[in-house]
Every structure is written in C-alpha cells, then in structure tokens.
C-alpha cells in the first residue's frame, strides 16, 4: 500500500520556468491537499480538493494552479517559477471526519 | 479564520523525563478536530494523536497525552518517558473540514 506518493522528490528550477508536481494517492479518499513549508511558517494550504473535478483555494494560493481530473491525482502547477516559491511542498489526502496522510515532499529550489 | 498558536519555537528535554508542549487555537466553531503531527528529519508528517471537540475525555496513545480545555482554546501535548526518538518538529493542527490549519511547529530536542 503505497499511501501518497509525490513525484517528483527534489528539483531545481530556473526563475520563469514552469513545472507541475505530482501527487497521487490509493486509498480512495475523497480530500486532497497541497500545502508548502517554509522555516518558521509551518505548513500552509495553497489549494484544495473535495472531490473530482473540484478545487478550492487555500491560504497561499497566489502563483498556483491545481487540477483533479483523477480522484487519485491532484496536480500543482507553477506557471511561472518565482525564487519565493522556493520550499518543500506537501501532498495530503483524507477521508471524512479523519485525519490527512501525507506524503514525502518534494523539495523545490527556485534559482 | 481559525488560527493556531504555538508559543514555544524551541523546547528540550533529558531523556527518561516528560515535557509539555503548548497549542492555542481560535475558533468560533464548535464541533472540529485538532491533531498534533510529528515531523523528524526525515520529513515525514506523522501523526501523533488526535482530539475530536465533543470528547470530554483526553487522547491517549502510548507515552503520548493530550490537556484539551475546550473553553480555554488550549491543546497541550505531553510525552511521558521521553526517547531520542522523539526529536522532531512538532505541529498543532485545528481541522474544520475539509481544511487544516497547522501552528508554526515547535522543534523538540532530547538530551542524553
């Protein structure tokens, strides 16, 4: 059972490339999440799913975009690469009423 | 917009001993779940306990503990019989479905 799997773990972008990362989950849940952590600032939600075909923003979602085409698959996408993108960012995904599972994060570093 | 506080950056504790950690939230919500992660080196968010708002009784599991004061806002986590093991970032998080809302972390060390 593999959980939440984020692809890719580590890259380096270029300021102005674009990029999407990957998440994709097998446990048939219903919730996913995407959230990016930075020193000092815990982790904070760019965008949201509650199901497929839907998304919602979160607290950071400036720069970011999202698709659920897939229950499985929650794609962020950054159009345009920023150095203040620079972080680890997160892929979770929960049932009703329990608690998210996260995957490993992927580090992101914008030159 | 419901917020979580964690006021300690920075804690230590002597292995064998037991240490509190300290979580606030605000909210005007009145059936939620709060939850406490652990994050070690590794990276991973792991969960540690969790809290459901209309339970009274407090989360137990193993050497982990939960203060729940619902009408103070508070959330406290306490580990008993502390292990190197438990070094790590610790986060508090207030969920109101279908969001998480997680506090800046508190960074735990263990002293041999």
């Known amino acids: 059972n593999a959980g939440v799997t984020q692809t890719p773990k580590f890259r380096v972008l270029k300021t102005g490339q674009s990029m999407t990362l990957l998440c994709a989950q097998d446990m048939n849940h219903e919730y996913m999440y995407w959230y990016r952590q930075d020193p000092g600032m815990g982790l904070r939600l760019i965008h949201y799913s509650v199901g497929e075909g839907t998304t919602a923003k979160g607290e950071v979602p400036d720069g970011y975009n999202v698709s659920r085409l897939k229950k499985q698959n929650f794609l962020l996408g950054l159009e345009s690469a920023a150095p203040s993108q620079t972080s680890v960012y997160f892929c979770?995904?929960?049932?009703?009423?329990?608690?998210?599972?996260f995957g490993d994060g992927t580090r992101l570093s914008i030159l | 917009a419901q917020t979580v506080t964690q006021s300690q950056p920075e804690m230590s504790v002597q292995e064998a001993e037991t240490v509190t950690l300290s979580c606030t939230y605000d909210?005007?919500?009145?059936?939620?779940?709060l939850f406490w992660y652990k994050q070690p080196p590794s990276r991973q968010m792991i969960l540690v306990i969790r809290?459901?708002?209309?339970?009274?009784q407090n989360a137990t599991e193993n050497r982990f503990s939960v203060n729940f004061q619902k009408a103070a806002k508070s959330f406290s986590l306490k580990i008993s019989d502390s292990q190197l093991g438990d070094a790590a970032m610790y986060f508090c998080?207030?969920?109101?479905?279908?969001?998480?809302?997680f506090g800046k972390g508190t960074k735990l060390t263990v002293n041999p």
């Open positions: 809290q459901e708002a209309y339970k009274q």
């Open positions: 979770a995904s929960s049932s009703v009423g329990q608690p998210q599972h």
């Open positions: 998080a207030y969920r109101s479905l279908p969001k998480l809302v």
């Open positions: 909210t005007s919500e009145s059936d939620y779940y």
